[in-house]
Nanobody, 117 residues
Framework: QVQLVESGGGLVQAGGSLRLSCAAS????????MGWYRQAPGKQRELVAH???????NYADSLKGRFTISRDNVKNTVYLQMNSLRPEDTAVYYC???????????WGQGTQVTVSS
């Protein structure tokens, strides 16, 4: 079965950094595009960053310059490096894949990021 497991969240002060990891199994990782989304309490889930199988990236406009998405096809893991964190970054962060061959969408369980001021 497809499984995405996020880790690396926690409590950090404003201005600090965290690196989130998403370990994927049950898919041909190197063939699929991956994404990070987040959802704050009472808010819609929103795109944070996206990386294609070929390594092309894009980001939410408000996050460009602070967040970096990357992937390791040997470890079947996608990362989100978050720098200069702000209280408004507080959310549950989810890993996502839309499986290439059938367009099925899968989500991880999420990891909580809390940024204090």
């Amino acid at each position: 079965q497809v499984q995405l497991v996020e880790s690396g969240g926690g409590l950090v002060q404003a201005g600090g950094s965290l690196r989130l990891s998403c370990a994927a199994s049950g898919i041909f990782f190197s063939l699929n595009n991956m994404g990070w989304y987040r959802q704050a309490p009472g808010k819609q889930r929103e795109l944070v960053a996206h990386i294609t199988a070929g390594g092309s990236t894009n980001y939410a406009d408000s996050l460009k310059g602070r967040f970096t998405i990357s992937r390791d096809n040997v470890k079947n893991t996608v990362y989100l490096q978050m720098n200069s964190l702000r209280p408004e970054d507080t959310a549950v962060y989810y890993c996502n894949v839309q499986r290439r061959w059938d367009n099925s969408i899968y989500w991880g369980q999420g990891t909580q990021v809390t940024v204090s001021s």
